[in-house]
């Protein structure tokens, strides 16, 4: 897919990534900055968002900063449950990845809530329900967050 | 730690519409003036509580689809040298030190081929000069979603 993206859509999808302006026009502050028009900015968000390259354009929240509380948590869980496992963890909105990862724990997932009690109170349901152990990995410090990629 | 005003500005913020002027559109929805509404977005990205605005990109559509998890475990008086020393490389996209584990640093790097993306794990561990790591090799993924605000006043 990256082949295929021109010069153009290439600079416009990079600062709409990482530079969104801050201002009542964004758009055409974003084709000054690419050289082209405001037209050709909205075209190309209005492509990738449907070829769903672009999940959304909009303000990113950090979660912890506005009182939610998250963790990592991780399973081991036996092969044949797997499945079963997931649709009972997928279930909760909360959850937000989901892994299959080689190794011991095998199944890494990350849960965030309004506050620490919801958190727990998932975690403990997802436990009772799988019959699973449940680590509970909370962080303590955040040193780098936010995948911003060059495209 | 946040005001319903600012609550309900999060939650409308959190989409822009394609079109010439997006703020103005949410601030009329909001019932505000656009001026206003792009101040309370500023104040609100410099208290940061939003992380940033922008694209959201689904990069395993654009290639980067191998994202191991690296955990290595990092004597307590090094924590922060070797979470700063990790976190500044342009790869990595995550860096936590975390608690309930065997291991206490965790890292994930996002690269568009497996073995790349492992072999890079490893030069970064060698550059920390940890002997103590793991890294875990995702399989499968099940769920990966962005956090989004429900409507929903705490």
């Given amino acids: 897919m990256s082949e295929q993206i021109s ?20 758009y055409k502050e974003i084709a000054r900055q690419a050289n082209c028009t405001e037209q050709d900015v909205l075209n190309i968000l209005i492509d990738y968002t449907e070829k769903k390259v672009i999940k959304k354009v909009g303000a990113i929240i950090a979660p912890k900063n506005i009182g939610y509380k998250s963790c990592l948590a991780a399973m ?6 797997i499945e079963e496992c997931v649709s009972i963890i997928n279930n909760f ?44 990995l909370s962080a303590s410090k955040t040193y780098k967050i936010g995948v911003k990629l060059d495209i | 730690m946040i005001s319903n005003k600012e ?19 949410i601030a009329t929805r909001l019932g505000i003036e656009e001026e206003e509404l792009i101040r309370i977005c500023e104040k609100l990205k410099f208290e940061k509580k939003i992380r940033r605005f922008g694209a959201s990109v689904a990069h395993r559509r654009l290639g980067f689809s ?86 929903k006043l705490k």
């Fill in chain 2, 7 to 25: 609550f309900e500005i999060l939650y409308e913020v959190q989409h822009l519409p394609l079109i010439p002027k997006p703020f103005q559109e």
């Fill in chain 2, 66 to 151: 191998s994202n191991p998890m690296t955990a290595i475990n990092v004597p307590k008086d090094r924590i922060d040298i070797v979470g700063e020393m990790i976190a500044k490389k342009p790869d990595v996209t995550h860096c936590y030190s975390r608690t309930g584990f065997d291991y206490n640093i965790f890292f994930i790097i996002h690269g568009k081929k497996r073995d790349e993306a492992i072999k890079r794990a490893k030069e970064i561990i060698e550059e920390t000069g940890i002997s103590d790591f793991k890294i875990y090799i995702s399989t499968k993924e099940y769920k990966k979603t962005s956090f989004k605000l429900k409507r």
């Fill in chain 1, 93 to 136: 909105e909360g959850v937000t990845h989901n892994y299959l990862r080689d190794g011991i724990p095998n199944l890494w997932f990350t849960l965030i809530e309004p506050n620490e009690e919801e958190l727990d109170k998932n975690l403990d349901f997802i436990e009772k329900e799988t019959k699973i152990k449940v680590l509970k």
């Fill in chain 1, 7 to 26: 010069e153009m859509e290439r600079n416009v999808l990079n600062i709409t990534q990482k530079a969104f302006p801050l201002c009542s026009e964004p």
């Fill in chain 1, 76 to 81: 081991s869980i036996p092969e044949d449950r």
